[in-house]
């Protein structure tokens, strides 16, 4: 800016010693050598890669004016040389990078830096033995472990994941959900790092620290996501690299039909190739893509929605089938059992049974039967082995050589069972079973409608019987509903559905992962488990599915202003270069409305942030 300074000054109000040419040379020198070290580097780069990027069409513009500027000063012309053209378009470009720059660090994720969130000490309980007091230490929050106690209180941020032991208190969690309002905790309740104790203190059980805690997962997926291109941008990358060659082949040829076939003079032959050169560089088409996408994330984030990057954007937009689960997606998945019935023992017996093996369990189902119905434990059992078998349920052995079963009546398949929706055997005969209440989620009806209005196929597939299916499904818009369907079965119908068009698939359970895998766009409504979570592209921070419409929503803002900032910065394009082909800028006010362009694109990237999300 300094070396443009005396240039522009020149224009308006000559300075007379400034008319010699070696002054002006040397003045420019220090901006040529700017230019030229980020420009031209950038530029040999870009062509040894044979993927020519825009600082090609700066470098030879300017390059170009330098040379001819200069073989008419060692020639001892005392006219116009042109090393202010030069000058100011390095300037004018580096100073147009810089408004983008901070432009983009405006449409970057309106989110807090996850480091942040988690505080750099926490309160430690300790205990040397039983007969020793506890005391409360104060130490880093690198230092904590999992299986750790701490203290947390009123004010302070919550330093790792954990369940709550003791107390009652409200936390905020909006810096990880988006959800303002603070949310009532108490004992087995599980809480998250970062979030911020609004009233009361409680002790804390770690499970989760550092990168492992929701909190540093985020901060993972947010690094991942601007990297990840979305396939419009790949189309809009090789455009660019063409459209360089391009540029450069219209500048060659513009000089040539103005210098021989138009009869302009030499110079102004030569400026209007150069005015070609600067004034088509592809920046605004490089902009269009990231800028657009950067603002989607951001209204995603501050909505409480995770997204895995600009591609998952895209691909949700143009979804012409969503297939929904049932359990935990469209109902609210928090679960009570009803009607217990034991058959040979005591009921408290086998209501400590279902508790202790749903202790294990990742199903939603398990998760709620364990924080509501906490009263069936009444004594502890060692296990030999227990695990879970997709679509069915648990199977455990206890160290007496017991057998269970707990889950689906597809462990009881060939016997007559009574009505209901979860059964335990022991030692392979019917000792209970229950029934479970689930209420469908909020506004259910009209979330589904919206996504039917958007074009949308909607599938139910769901692991529960016939009957619950059909009682939750009444009056909703699905246009086919399935029950009874394993995890492996419903993979295959993801697979079928592509027939249609690109698919979308929403759960929250373990057994929801191969679906989830085989969908174009995979999204997990809640916390999800870890393996439903490795497959999704959207994760819903907050169960219920308003959410869910959010995303889609964000995504179809988004595509639409990739769309315009694409339109925008190749019309630009088609208008310009003829009219510096043909004298109608010179390259000084190129170089003003290239950097304009940027401005232009970035700024409608900004305006999408305006969009009303409630239309």
């Known amino acids: 800016m300094l070396c443009a300074l005396p240039f522009w000054a020149h224009m308006i109000l000559p300075i007379p010693f400034f008319h010699n040419a070696w002054i002006q040379f040397a003045v420019s020198v220090p901006a040529l050598f700017i230019g030229f070290s980020y420009f031209g580097k ?31 000063m060692a020639g001892g012309h005392t006219g116009h040389l042109y090393f202010e053209t030069a000058v100011t378009i390095i300037t004018l470009v580096l100073l147009g990078n810089n408004i983008e720059e901070r432009a983009l660090s405006k449409t970057s994720i309106q989110m807090h830096d996850t ?53 009652e208190v409200e936390v905020s969690e909006s810096v990880i959900t988006g959800e303002s309002a603070p949310v009532f905790k108490t004992k087995g309740d599980s809480v998250l790092a970062g979030s911020v104790l609004v009233s009361g203190n409680f002790t804390l059980q770690v499970s989760n620290t550092g990168q492992d805690t929701l909190a540093g997962q985020m901060r993972k997926w947010i690094k991942s996501a601007q990297a990840n291109k979305p396939d419009i941008q790949k189309i809009g990358d090789r455009v ?39 004034i088509s560089c592809p920046c605004a088409m490089g902009l269009a893509t990231p800028t657009a996408v950067s603002v989607g994330l951001g209204m995603a984030a501050r909505k409480g929605i995770l997204v895995k990057g600009g591609q998952a954007l895209e691909k949700f937009a143009t979804v012409k089938v969503l297939a929904l689960d049932k359990t935990g997606t469209i109902t609210t998945g928090d679960f009570l059992a009803d009607n217990f019935t034991a058959l040979f023992s005591d009921e408290s017996y086998y209501k400590n049974i279902v508790w202790q093996i749903e202790q294990r369990s990742s199903h939603p189902i398990a998760k709620s ?19 879970e078998k997709k679509g069915y349920g648990m199977t455990a052995m206890d160290k007496l050589g017991n057998n269970y079963k707990f889950g689906s009546a597809r462990f009881g398949e060939g016997e007559k069972l009574p009505q209901a929706d979860l ?24 979330i589904l409608s919206y996504f039917k ?19 939750t499904v009444a009056d909703l818009p699905f246009d086919k509903t399935y029950a009874e369907v394993l995890p492996n079965e419903k993979m295959s119908k993801l697979e079928e559905w592509r027939k249609i068009g690109k698919t979308a698939m929403t759960g929250d359970g373990i057994n929801d992962a191969p679906a989830l895998a085989a969908a174009d766009v995979a999204i997990v409504v809640g916390h999800g488990s870890d393996l439903s979570k ?15 419409r ?66």
């Open 423 to 446: 059964y335990l055997w022991e030692n392979n005969r019917l000792a209970a079973y229950f029934t479970i209440k689930d209420e469908p989620v909020p506004n259910l009806k009209s």
């Open 369 to 387: 039967i364990v924080k509501n119905h906490a009263d069936w434990y009444s004594q502890s059992i060692e296990w030999e082995e227990i695990f």
């Open 240 to 278: 660019s690299g063409i459209f360089v060659q391009v540029v450069v082949s219209i500048s060659v040829l513009a000089f040539l039909l103005n210098y021989f076939w138009a009869g302009v003079g030499l110079e102004e032959s030569i400026l209007r190739a150069i005015a070609v050169l600067v």
């Open 115 to 167: 480091a942040s969130l988690i505080p750099a000490m926490a309160n430690k309980v300790s205990k040397a033995s039983d007969t020793e007091a506890v005391t409360i230490t104060q130490v880093s929050t690198a230092m904590i472990r999992k299986g750790d106690v701490l203290v947390v209180n009123e004010g302070e941020k919550v330093p790792a994941d954990g369940m709550i032991l003791e107390g």
């Open 42 to 72: 950038s530029a040999f780069h870009s062509v040894k890669d044979r993927n020519p990027n825009m600082d090609v069409l700066v470098s030879l513009g300017a390059l170009a004016a330098v040379l001819y500027s200069f073989t008419l």
């Open 550 to 615: 959010d995303a889609h929503k964000v995504s179809r803002i988004t595509l639409g202003g990739i769309k315009q900032n694409l339109f925008w910065a190749f019309a630009y394009n088609v208008v310009a270069i003829p009219i510096a082909a043909t004298g109608g800028l010179n390259p000084t006010w190129a170089a003003l409305f290239m950097a304009m362009s940027d401005v232009v694109v970035i700024g409608n990237a900004l305006r999408l942030r305006l969009v009303n999300m409630n239309k």
């Open 453 to 471: 209005q958007a074009g949308m196929k909607l599938f139910l597939v769901s692991g529960d019987s016939k009957s619950k299916v059909a009682a």
């Open 534 to 548: 490795q497959q999704a592209d959207f994760i819903l921070m907050e169960k219920g599915l308003q959410k869910l």
